[in-house]
């Protein structure tokens, strides 16, 4: 067991309890409150510090991005381009745990992540939900087939070369896409039918079991993709989203999940312009927003794209507490694993952070220890 003392307890909202515990009972939560006491557990003194649920990513691709076995640059194992449309696709089977291990997550208090195809494909697979640290892959792996994750960018035009039939345009995209929907949704109503893998997961977004996570950058680009959200019926977790246009009523009504990225790209040197004041408010307004790092260029890590939004958010307006909620709560009801992570209660996984202060405002307010599946994996040294 492990104790954590007298910490200044996050519940979200706003919300905190000076002087609380949270107990941690193997892998999850076992209670939360003042004075709490368990005989032979571990304990960690958080006096006059901060103890907040570990940040989700809703999408990230390092763990498949085989940055061990590449010499430079190259697709590895998130990036299959064998076919423009591939949902039966599931990334679990290009996990590496060695390469989540040796990123630094931990240290910046990312316990957890949507691990993600990347960004050729339309659809590019099946996600998973890992944590950062484990001892073998299943202890890492959460949950699977959590998502199907598409893409819905110009980066598509250029991944198959011309092969495969895949698509030239923009007018491609939303074509091939529709297609595949219109084809899985006939598929869904037959009586009798030939089971087809591709076609049963797309089913599974058609009847809302899991959403569609897909990159839109532009606005153009997030206009195709809902009104795809509109035809379909489909829950939608629209990613990058750089530029929401006046399709942001449109979202908020849907209760559509929109994940900001870092508002760079290093490998196309494309710079970003997002109105981070105007997120803000519409994140106020009921926007369901969340802040995400996605690694799938392998470069800058994750986590430092993570942190350095959530600094453009807060000179943007956004109080640390909102942003904390977009990098915790609100990225794991995205991915509907809010039953498993994303705020401190009895029964979720014991993925902490203990920290000087709010690392959601400050830079210098640094992740102290480090604590994932009740175990601490962590500690900053003075």
Avoid at 172 to 200: N, P, S, T, V
Avoid at 301 to 319: D, I, K, N, V
Wanted: negative net charge.
């Amino acid at each position: 067991m492990l104790l954590i003392k007298n910490g200044n307890v996050w519940l979200g909202k706003g919300e905190y309890r000076p002087g609380w515990d949270v107990l941690c009972d193997g892998k999850t939560i076992k209670a939360v409150g003042p004075d709490l006491a368990a005989e032979g557990a571990e304990v960690i003194d958080a006096s006059g510090k901060n103890v907040y649920p570990g940040f989700v990513l809703a999408q990230c691709a390092i763990g498949a991005t085989s940055l061990l076995e590449l010499d430079g640059f190259g697709t590895g194992d998130f990036n299959d381009t064998t076919s423009p449309i591939q949902p039966q696709l599931d990334i679990r089977y290009g996990l590496d745990l060695r390469e989540i291990k040796q990123q630094r997550f931990a240290q910046c208090g990312v316990t957890s992540y949507g691990l993600t195809p990347g960004t050729g494909a339309l659809m590019a697979g099946q996600m998973a939900f890992v944590h950062v640290d484990g001892k073998n892959t299943k202890d890492v792996v959460l949950a699977d087939r959590i998502a199907l994750k598409g893409n819905y960018t110009g980066f598509v035009k250029t991944a198959f070369g011309g092969k495969q039939k895949a698509p030239m345009t923009r007018m491609g995209i939303y074509a091939m896409l529709d297609e595949a929907f219109r084809a899985a949704k006939e598929y869904l109503e037959k009586a009798e039918k030939d089971y087809d893998e591709g076609k049963e997961v797309i089913c599974r977004v058609l009847r809302r079991e899991i959403p569609f996570v897909v990159n839109a950058v532009t606005q153009s680009e997030v206009e195709g993709v809902c009104e795809l959200g509109e035809k379909y019926g489909l829950d939608l977790v629209i990613c990058g989203a750089y530029e929401l246009g006046s399709r942001a009523e449109t979202i908020i009504e849907h209760g559509w999940h929109v994940v900001l990225g870092a508002d760079y790209g290093v490998m196309d040197g494309k710079l970003r312009h997002i109105d981070y004041a105007a997120m803000t408010e519409l994140a106020r307004r009921g926007l369901k927003l969340s802040l995400f790092s996605a690694g799938d260029q392998a470069y800058p890590l994750a986590y430092e794209q993570l942190l350095w939004t959530a600094a453009l958010m807060h000179r943007g307006g956004a109080t640390g507490e909102e942003i904390l909620e977009m990098m915790t709560v609100n990225p794991a009801k995205a991915l509907r694993v809010d039953g498993l992570v994303g705020s401190i209660e009895p029964g979720k996984q014991a993925d902490l952070i203990v920290c000087s202060g709010n690392p959601a405002e400050r830079f210098d307010a640094f992740i102290e220890r480090t604590v994932v599946a009740g175990r601490e994996i962590f500690r900053r040294e003075a």
